[in-house]
């Protein structure tokens, strides 16, 4: 016999990564082992940061950045998944996506680093090939490969991933109905007990005050938001958004104040997010429609901005 809505207990566990937390909200009965969970949620997003942070000069990613050109090297299956869907983005959306931005990133100070005059002229001056066109995947062999200059940079893509590894956990734990979260990037898996959508919040894309502009009501999708609201550099009072133009190797001068996307998994969700940011409305709407992808673009009264 199925268990109703009122058999379930509602559980809700976070923890750190990414600079950030990570949570879980779902339904279970009184028996469940919710330690043995914790502890499984926390080791998989413990692994996406310890494989692709930017932040930890030991993580897989800084050590093949390091790395000399021209030589197959072998990655972890998890990191050459994300590289391998990055390059695919960075192709479908004609490099707007760009997974080879680390350069641009650090020296702006959107990293480990604080911004540096010096590099930012050096990134505005460089002349660089987009990631796939410089990096090379073997998933077969477990094997990448650099043919020129390329830092790459997961930030637009790995908390996606991350939120996508712990509905993956959930749900070897036997659990199919819940939400899993990293920042604006989250899975709405099956639906509340009672049979009910899950209730996502879309927030105004306000600076330093967050209230809903929109509520969406999801089963089995993903969602994730990129916006120029909650990082960014100011620059002679003029605040800069963390999403770096891939023309300019700088951040974007003019973009949506910010954009949803809802895909059926949380990397793709976050990746074509920064995409459509990128490209703006406009460039993205045939885009989306042919990816199959509801998207929602809110933009900034320019008369209002702060």
């Not at 469940?32 to 993580?59: I, N």
């Not at 830092?151 to 590894?165: E, F, N």
């Not at 973009?255 to 995409?275: E, I, R």
Request: hydrophobic share 45%.
């Amino acid at each position: 016999m199925s268990k109703t809505s009122t058999d379930l207990t509602r559980h809700a566990l976070n923890g750190p990564t990414m600079g950030t937390r990570w949570s879980a909200i779902f339904f279970a009965d009184a028996g469940f082992d919710l330690d043995s969970l914790r502890d499984a949620l926390q080791s998989a997003v413990d692994e996406v940061d310890g494989l692709m942070s930017t932040w930890k000069p030991d993580s897989a990613l800084m050590r093949f950045n390091a790395a000399p050109e021209n030589i197959w090297l072998p990655l972890p299956d998890r990191l050459l998944e994300v590289l391998d869907y990055g390059l695919e983005v960075g192709r479908q959306s004609g490099g707007a996506f760009d997974i080879g931005l680390g350069d641009a990133v650090s020296a702006w100070g959107f990293c480990a680093a604080d911004a540096d005059a010096g590099q930012i002229r050096a990134a505005l001056r460089a002349v660089r090939q987009p990631a796939h066109s410089v990096l090379e995947i073997d998933r077969a062999k477990g094997l990448a490969r650099k043919s020129g200059p390329l830092q790459i940079d997961l930030s637009g893509i790995a908390k996606g991933y991350g939120v996508d590894r712990l509905t993956q956990v959930a749900q070897q734990a036997g659990l199919n109905h819940g939400l899993f979260a990293i920042d604006g990037e989250l899975v709405a898996l099956g639906c509340r007990p009672d049979g009910r959508d899950w209730a996502v919040a879309i927030e105004k894309p306000d600076y330093g005050i967050r209230s809903p502009h929109s509520m969406l009501e999801l089963q089995n999708t993903a969602v994730a938001t990129s916006g120029d609201y909650r990082h960014w550099v100011d620059v002679h009072g003029t605040r800069l958004s963390h999403t770096i133009d891939p023309r300019r190797g700088a951040p974007l001068l003019q973009s949506p104040a910010s954009v949803t996307v809802l895909a059926p998994n949380c990397m793709a969700a976050d990746a074509w997010a920064t995409a459509f940011m990128v490209l703006g409305e406009e460039r993205s709407e045939p885009l989306a429609k042919t990816l199959g992808f509801e998207v929602l673009f809110l933009e900034r009264d320019a008369s209002k901005a702060a």
